[in-house]
């Protein structure tokens, strides 16, 4: 069996991830396709629904009665939700268009690549595949739990709740009866609509206070300097001088590095084909490398390594603000260091710090994982969140702007018809979901046209 799996598994190796994303995919239709022809699913009373698989049952609806029964605070927290929604929809609309004026000075080799737009593990480079099934689930989970209760809050029947497969366990749901759904005044079912996402952005706030003032306080940069990151030169000075990733280069031809700029500064006072001597901290240990330097593409001197400074800024959006220049733009960075190719939790960042306090009293390898869950946790309940409250249908805050528009126009149009309130409602909402899409792709597609 075990010289099975070796065969197996060195089948896969040297695949890109995507190829091999591909073919699990591929596989999991065929799969899907078999269940359904021989009708197993339904034997286990499971259904299709695309390309996922929905386990249905009624178990669990007198839990969510239970919870539902104090309804007044329920009511004020779906008060908040709406609330909260709007003002995030109206800013990440914003953010959107502001974002769109951008996009001509973007450079090609820069642009979003497609795949960054999915939000599913194996499939998003960024994403990786255990911790964002972890944090896929938690997030999924709490959101159709909390449209479960505020359902159950306006008297709306639950027909089934149950859990939701592709490939693996992805998440659960809650299945509320469409006709007294859309029966519901509307004010009840924006509490509903709001209180999924809502709870996903309140879930990213309280994990990343666990990551950032429980965990990451006890975490130190191992010594001061700059971070090697990547070495992306064949046979560069760096790789023929012993340099590796995870280093962190604290000086560089006799000057004392402690930032970026610093080591910038002293590559600049050097030549290509100088030889110059830099000192790394790795793993508890100093080290002297002589290095040749070789020449950029503009002439300059190089080693041919990426850095980054090594600060614990990046895991602390608020006490980092003095670094980055304002709380707005630590916050961004907290949110998009997956993008930035630094997620704060895996090697080589991970090499940088040293972990002391309580913490440092189980191994440094576990300290990590569970950094990692917790962040990835706070990361993908922030986007799915986030992505929730655009005003794009179906997305929740798709059929919050609806109704809302659907009641002012009601207010300034008295004698309208609802028939013609509602052809407007509807051909208005679609115009806005194919605006964000159209947004969105263009962050994507944009820079290639300039």
Partial sequence: MLESLSIATGAFKGL???IIALIIIIAWFVLLYVLAKKSILEKLKMSLMGPFIMWKTVRGRKFLDRLAKPKRFWKIFGD??????IIIMILLTAFLIWSA?????????????????????????????GYGILGLVVAIV?????????ARVAKVRLQSLGVLLFIVPIGAFVEPDEDELKKLPRRKRARLFAAGPTINILLALLFAVIFSSVMMSSVRPGHEGVGITEIYMENSPAEQAGL????????????????????????????????IEIKTYFRGEERVHNITLAASEDGRAI?????????????????????????????????????????PTQEPLTDFYVIE???????????????????????????????????????????????GLDKVI???????????????????????????????????VGPYLF
């Fill in 101 to 129: 004026t951008l996009v001509p000075s973007i450079p090609r080799e820069s642009a979003p690549r497609p795949e960054l737009l999915l939000g599913v593990p194996g499939l998003n480079p960024i994403i990786p595949i």
């Fill in 80 to 85: 908040f939700s709406v609330a909260l929604c």
């Fill in 142 to 150: 709490f959101h159709e739990f909390f449209h479960g209760i505020l």
């Fill in 244 to 275: 590796v990733p995870g280093m962190i280069i604290f000086s560089a031809n006799g000057t004392n590095i402690t930032n970026l700029g610093e080591f910038v500064l002293a590559m600049d006072r050097t030549t290509p084909g100088q030889d």
């Fill in 303 to 343: 080693i041919g390594v990426r850095l980054m400074t090594v600060t614990t800024a990046y895991f602390h959006p608020i006490e980092g603000a003095g670094y980055f220049g304002g709380v707005e733009r630590s916050i961004l960075y907290y949110v998009f260091l997956p993008f930035l190719s630094m997620p």
């Fill in 410 to 444: 009601e207010r300034l149009k008295k004698d309208m018809k609802p028939e013609r309130r509602e052809v407007i409602v509807r051909n208005v909402s679609y115009a806005l979901a194919l605006t964000i899409l159209a947004l969105i792709l263009w962050q994507v």
């Fill in 357 to 403: 306090g309580p913490w440092s009293s189980i191994p440094a390898s576990m300290f990590w994982v569970l950094a990692a869950s917790v962040y990835w946790i706070f990361w993908i309940n922030i986007m799915l969140g986030a992505t929730n409250v655009l005003p794009a249908v179906p997305l929740d805050g798709g059929y919050i702007f609806r109704d």
């Fill in 16 to 18: 890109d991830p995507l």
